[in-house]
């Protein structure tokens, strides 16, 4: 067999990783967006490198967009086979394909806007006047994604033909996060191989443990974090409640946190309502303000078998995981900005977490100058966003094309991080015997904290592909 790296390879975003067996039958594990660089977004996805006709399977490992958001584009192009994934993953990715086709043609406008600010001729449809959204895909391709995803158990080996099986394992990372082990017979040989797809933290909240794949001799992982270490995840309240005492009880002021809709935000309502109930949260009203959070969080919910035991426990205890007097859901974009403008101390939770686009840009842009405030990023921040800007600390940062003054502090924690960081990768790797290991490939991490890794594990197996590098296994 042979594996090819056709995306997050030497980067984080555009998973796509093509498994070829002996005998022509091709597996794509897969198919993210690449959205490193805003400015070639559009050529870096639109086309794929194989021909999607040819695929025979596909595999996603979670509904997280650089993992499944090019899935209705790799089918507008000719897909036609099924996309295998876990029941919450089915669920997820349906409501982030719809928001991130939202997302690509709220960006499609803005060119527009800039275009004809400057005077150069905008593309229009047949309908006139009707300006048509320039979009890797339309509703159609998501809904036909939709109906090609099927779900299946973890740890349930599923025979796919005489020369594969493939089997989930839950990775930890989101709600339905697997990493996938693929057996291979071809030629009398059997080979087995791992992905592990995106992994989590150990202890973290609502997800379980990741968990090793048995007897692979390949692996394929992620190494985000490879580089680096983050806070003790047992810290993560007190860090939060910190952070919310310090904010809106001395100062009054209002505690901005920009976090992903799905996973991250999860995690810190759960944070607060288990404060909540040990009562050690103080009387602020904490909202949510985010459609897509709302939908995924009735997720976490419906799906509560599959989260760790300390969500469970707190379930049976409770009565439900989110759902406490201080939080407040906000659906309606009036009620949005009504609580952003408002001078009363509180909590808001929002999206997107890179502070691109989103109810969060509002409230980040209405809250910047006030010296009472925090602007809390909660995950990553890839470089050239506005949470990147906001953590380089500058006097001013650019907002809906004007200058605002940053007077809010500006504050960051890794305690709520979705992924391992070195020391979870290294607990990882050994539980996967990584040094019997044939052959070992770094993905989904930029060049320096991979090398880092690399470094760490030092043996000759180890690889960093670089895009399209193919090997036989
Ligand atoms: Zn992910």
Not at 236 to 242: G, Y
Not at 400 to 422: E, G, W
Not at 446 to 456: H, I, N, P
Request: hydrophobic share 40%; aromatic share 8%.
């Amino acid at each position: 067999m042979k594996v090819t790296f056709w995306g997050a390879a030497r980067q984080v975003t555009g998973s796509m990783h093509l498994l070829t067996l002996a005998n022509g039958f091709n597996i794509l594990i897969d198919c993210g967006l690449n959205y490193e660089n805003k400015k070639t977004f559009d050529e870096d996805n639109r086309n794929f490198p194989f021909m999607p006709e040819d695929l025979d399977l596909v595999i996603l490992t979670h509904a997280h967009i650089d993992h499944s958001g090019n899935l209705p584009n790799l089918i507008k192009q000719g897909y036609s086979g099924q996309i295998l994934c876990t029941d919450a993953s089915v669920e997820l990715t349906k409501n982030l394909l719809l928001d991130s086709l939202n997302v690509q043609q709220i960006e499609s406008n803005k060119r527009h806007h800039v275009r004809k600010k400057s005077g150069k001729k905008a593309k229009f449809s047949r309908a006139e006047g009707q300006r048509e959204a320039v979009t890797l895909y339309n509703r159609k391709h998501v809904e036909l994604v939709c109906d090609a995803m099927v779900g299946i158990a973890f740890r349930k080996p599923l025979v796919i033909n005489d020369h594969l099986t493939i089997e989930f394992f839950e990775a930890g990372h989101i709600l339905g996060a697997a990493s996938v082990k693929m057996t291979v017979t071809e030629n009398g040989e059997t080979k087995i191989i791992g992905f592990t797809g995106d992994l989590g933290n150990y202890n973290s909240k609502l997800v379980k443990d990741p968990q090793p794949m048995p007897g692979i001799e390949f692996l394929v992982s992620e190494s985000t974090y490879g580089g680096r270490l983050h806070t003790d995840v047992a810290e993560a309240e007190s860090l939060l409640l910190e952070f919310v005492n310090n904010t809106c009880v001395k100062f009054n002021g209002k505690l901005v946190i920009p976090a992903f809709s799905v996973g991250r935000t999860q995690a810190i309502i759960f944070a607060l309502h288990q404060l909540h109930v040990k009562g050690l949260l103080p009387n602020i009203k904490i909202y949510s303000d985010s459609p897509l959070a709302i939908r995924t969080t009735k997720l976490y919910d419906h799906y509560l078998s599959s989260l760790n035991e300390e969500a469970q426990d707190f379930y049976r205890q409770n009565g439900n995981l989110f759902a406490f007097p201080q939080l407040t859901t906000i659906e309606e974009s009036k009620e949005s900005e009504i609580i952003s403008m408002s001078p009363e101390p509180c909590v808001i939770i929002s999206a997107a977490g890179m502070v691109e686009g989103g109810r969060i840009q509002e409230h980040v842009r209405n809250n910047i100058s006030n010296p009472y405030s925090t602007i809390l990023i909660a995950g990553f921040c890839a470089p050239g966003t506005l949470g990147a800007e906001l953590l380089l600390g500058r006097p001013t940062v650019n907002i809906n094309k004007r200058d605002r003054q940053v007077y809010a502090k500006i504050a960051r924690t890794d305690a709520f991080s979705a992924h391992p960081d070195q020391n979870g990768l290294m607990r990882y790797f050994e539980s996967v015997n990584y040094k019997s290991l044939k052959k070992i490939f770094l993905v989904h991490g930029d060049e320096s904290s991979m090398t880092k890794f690399k470094d760490l594990l030092n043996l000759p197996t180890v690889e960093m592909p670089i895009e399209g590098q193919s090997f036989e296994l």
